[in-house]
Antibody
């Protein structure tokens, strides 16, 4: 069964750090590009970051560039998001998602995890 | 950045209805447009990729069409499980961007 399970969310103060993890099973994780996508309370979906299969190419939304770092460990079927200098506006449910086996732009988000909630508040 | 304009933002509909949702990117994106269904507390689900390809396992009442700057998602014979929020998303260039969502509500 194809599955992505996020963990590491929680309550953190502004300026603090958090590291999200996403464990994959049921598919060839190493063959898939991966992304993080978030949804702030009452808002729509916002793409956050992308990483290619080898972990050598990363892209970020302007809103997180310089503060967030995406990485992966293919041997452990895991995706990570290191989030530093967190702000209140980073409060959201964070989803990890497969981003296809083809090169951009022929990619889409599938599968998705159920998300982990990050709350940034003093 | 490519802005994605979805309409309508919400729609009150009934079981059995035919629904059309429109997505218009701010520039041409060829066929690089995907559609997702999202229910509260659940993982979003890919419905349509590359404008018109139906994802495996998705019912055939869902269909997508369009090219460049004008795309539509059509749901025929709306079922109770289809009441959700729908998003379009472009993969033409980063930052990948989503439409603001269309919430289908029961009339």
């Amino acid at each position: 069964q194809v599955q992505l399970v996020e963990s590491g969310g929680g309550l953190v103060k502004p300026g603090g750090s958090l590291r999200l993890s996403c464990g994959a099973s049921g598919f060839m994780f190493g063959d898939y590009c991966m992304s993080w996508i978030r949804q702030a309370p009452g808002k729509g979906l916002e793409w956050v970051s992308y990483i290619n299969t080898g972990g050598t190419i990363m892209y970020y939304a302007d809103s997180v560039k310089g503060r967030f770092t995406i990485s992966r460990d293919n041997a452990k079927n895991s995706l990570f998001l290191q989030m530093d200098r967190l702000r209140a506006e980073d409060t959201a449910v964070y989803y990890c998602a497969g981003t296809g086996i083809l090169l951009p732009p022929d990619n889409w988000f599938d599968p998705w995890g159920h998300g982990t909630l990050v709350t940034v508040s003093s | 950045d490519i802005q994605m304009t979805q309409s309508p933002s919400s729609l009150s509909t009934s079981v059995g209805d035919r629904v059309t949702i429109t997505c218009r990117p701010s520039q041409s994106i060829s066929r690089y447009l995907n559609w997702y269904q999202h229910k509260p507390g659940k993982a979003p689900k890919l419905l349509i990729y590359a404008a018109s390809s139906l994802q495996s396992g998705v019912p055939s009442r869902f269909s997508g069409s369009g090219y460049e700057t004008d795309f539509t998602l059509t749901i025929s014979n709306l079922q109770p499980e289809d009441f959700a929020t729908y998003y379009c998303q472009q993969s033409y260039s980063t930052p990948y961007t989503f439409g603001q969502g269309t919430k289908l509500e029961i009339k």
